[in-house]
């Protein structure tokens, strides 16, 4: 059976937390709704486990000679291979009072598979990702194709040429690199052949850092396109690399670092589920070059009170439209107050303008740009959101709701796309066709 983490598929293992007085533990490591469980039983004749769910002694009076804390790293082992679990904390625990006997759950945020010796991925010096869309968005392609064709210009031949175009880095922070790749190979039938293009973002540091350090830049690339799309593209895969973990050959010499699958209920893998090609931009990579990428993961950290619940939009797939209001309301206030701090108001006064003079903010340089009356708008976009936030005041019909929401959304999206360096020539052409400036009357 191979390496691997399925829904529906459990897996029965020992798990190790790296103590020498701690025997392996039995346990079943398993996913459910994408995120990585395991389920680990205890009783009177093996406390270690319930050590580590006893809240109160008087639950499992035998395990209080022993107590400790969970660790946030464990290795499991089955006969399918190792897998290191990272960011482990409980999540439930069942048991029968009178034996003694139950169940602790442990939730994962992340499950590096082949991996052994969790104390080596506390922290990491590589992460890599593969994003959807990216390669369209940024026209980079390792594949070229040429045919030939007969007298009759009917195709007798197709050549395909695999080579991959230099690598681009983004930023110096934790050298945010972008690879582009493929792969070839067999496919997953008989008599097929299987050539893919990939695009790797990649962050790696000879200084161990932490998960969320890596993971937030990734996070932030794939933020710019599903922006430039508004789409919920998602990522295909993750790995991942400690440099305490290096290739070791039977006589003992290392050679290099190892890259390990990772599995993160923190990364949910979406999938746009939709043809290549057919995917109108509101800017490409083309538009705004690297300089604009490293200007986006600046402002992806500065603006993350406003960045984050605007993109969390697109994970609300099935709220009202009073609900996506309101969060997009959250994104704008918190857009216009970053604004007025930049410039230059103290934090007290920032704080004390209205969510009008904040959306006057945000959109003052857009007039020429928005499809609409920018102070209709304004008025129209308070009244919606504090509607929708104050329970003492009515509610507009849904239409309004709804054109409020799709202009508001256009100028978030506009405002991002000026600040990380589209020209409002290349706005104006795009904007023509965006899937969102076609919903509004």
Known sequence: MANVIEEGTPRIGYIYDGMKDTPAIPAQLFKRNSRVYLEVPFSPDSPEAAAWFASEPLMFPYA???HRDLPSALDFLD??????????????????????IGTGRIAVDYAILGAYDARKYSKINGFRSEIEGLGEWM???????SFERDDTKRIK????QLKSPPEIKISRVLNLTIRPSFSYGSGDRPDETKVSERMLVETHTQRAREWQEHLSLHIAIRDLVRVSSWRPLGFHA????????????IDGSTHGHTWHAVHSIRTLHHSDKRKSGNVDYLFRYSNIGKQGMDRWVRLHKEYSRAIDPLMSLLEL????????VAQLGISLEALGFLVARHDGLSKEKAG????????????????????FNIDKWIEDASKAYNAVKHANRDLPDIDFLAQSYWKSLLIARI???????????????????????LLID
């Open 139 to 145: 026209e980079i392609k390792s594949t070229k194709t």
């Open 415 to 437: 405002w991002i796309a000026k600040h990380v360096g589209a020209s409002e020539d290349l706005l104006k052409k795009t904007l023509e066709h965006d899937r969102i400036r």
């Open 79 to 100: 006969s399918s291979g190792s897998i290191v679990l990272i960011g482990c904390h409980k999540a439930g625990t069942r048991h029968q009072l009178m034996s003694g």
């Open 64 to 66: 209080e000679t022993n």
């Open 238 to 249: 993750h790995q991942a690399t400690s440099h305490k973990d290096s290739v070791t050959t």
């Open 317 to 324: 797939r099935d709220a009202s439209i009073e609900t996506l």
């Open 352 to 371: 004390r303008e209205t969510f009008a003079q904040r959306l006057s903010r945000v959109s003052r340089d857009l007039p020429s740009l928005a499809p």
């Open 157 to 160: 031949a197709i050549n395909i």
